[in-house]
């Protein structure tokens, strides 16, 4: 099953939000210069004309820059679903720790544009078939290239075995791959192998 998250909606509403405040900023500056020009004009103050035509300059300018930064937001807002979209699944394959080659399950949900949650399973493989099984309960965080996850509980716990700390780096726009660390053990490397998503079980 697919867990629906409000990220997409966040998304389409915080690009239109961002283009009708600068749209709206850019406007009223203009304006209130616009007036005041215009009334200095119709006093015949040649004084007051320049200053006011200097000030509609500088107000252009901070307005092109207000106008690049919420751009610049969007972009951003834009950057986090594409991660958020590509990390959003289920991932196996395989690490190495203490008890040699492991296979691992990734659950990853995302919660919002930088949070997310995930279901850590761990089992044997056909080459190493003593490791026991054993499910994290796991939180952390997230950015257009990286993320990195915490231990929060236990859903099933092995004697003699402890949380551990994940960090990754992945590219959204390459293959549906992540290679990452695994804190007091080696590498892992897991592959998407479907959209289903869901937060860790209570």
């Known amino acids: 099953m697919s867990y629906q998250t409000p990220l997409e909606d966040q998304k389409r509403s915080g690009g239109r939000a961002a283009k009708i405040i600068g749209v709206a900023v850019a406007a009223l500056g203009l304006i209130t210069g616009a007036v005041a020009l215009r009334t200095a004009m119709l006093s ?20 092109r820059q207000r106008t690049d930064d919420l751009t610049e937001q969007v972009n951003q807002i834009g950057d986090s679903g594409k991660a958020a979209k590509f990390l959003s699944g289920t991932w196996r394959g395989t690490y190495r ?30 080459s190493n078939p003593g490791v026991p099984r054993g499910s994290i309960a796991k939180k952390g965080t997230y950015d257009s290239s990286s ?3 915490q231990g929060d509980y236990w859903i099933e716990q092995p004697a003699g075995y402890g949380m551990t700390e994940d960090s990754a780096t992945f590219d959204s726009s390459g293959p549906e791959a992540i290679a990452g660390q695994i804190k007091g053990c080696h590498n892992f490397e897991i592959k998407k192998v479907s959209a289903d998503s869901q937060p860790p079980p209570v």
């Open 44 to 63: 015949n103050d040649t004084e007051k004309i320049k200053n006011e035509q200097a000030k509609i300059q500088k107000g252009v300018r901070e307005n």
């Open 97 to 126: 720790c203490g008890q040699g080659l492991t296979g691992m399950e990734l659950i990853i949900y995302i919660v919002d544009s930088r949070t997310l949650r995930a279901t850590f399973n761990f089992f044997p493989v056909a």
């Open 147 to 149: 993320f990195t996850l």
